[in-house]
């Protein structure tokens, strides 16, 4: 199994450390997705630590779409690079 020769940390951050990595991929979709979901991430921790109700519902639906989006986007990769370790 190949991981690209990254692999996210195993501490708190990882999510952090993935968008920053995604928005390093040559591609202006990848860094697009990077930037909205790093966004998205940031304000969730204010929404979470210092401003509650700082999310709209509309903004979370969004959300959910472009994750869903994402992750066949990603498994789509997968299949087509890494077969042997695609969903």
Known sequence: MTDEGYRAASRS???QVVFGFLALVPSAKWQAKATYFD????KRN???YATPGL???TELEELI???AAF???VAA???HQHP???P
């Open 71 to 73: 992750r066949d986007a």
């Open 13 to 15: 951050g990882q999510h």
């Open 55 to 57: 999310i709209t519902e």
């Open 65 to 67: 779409q472009e994750a």
């Open 39 to 42: 966004a998205c991430r940031q």
């Open 46 to 48: 204010r929404a979470a």
């Open 77 to 79: 990769w997968l299949r």
């Open 84 to 86: 042997r370790v695609a």
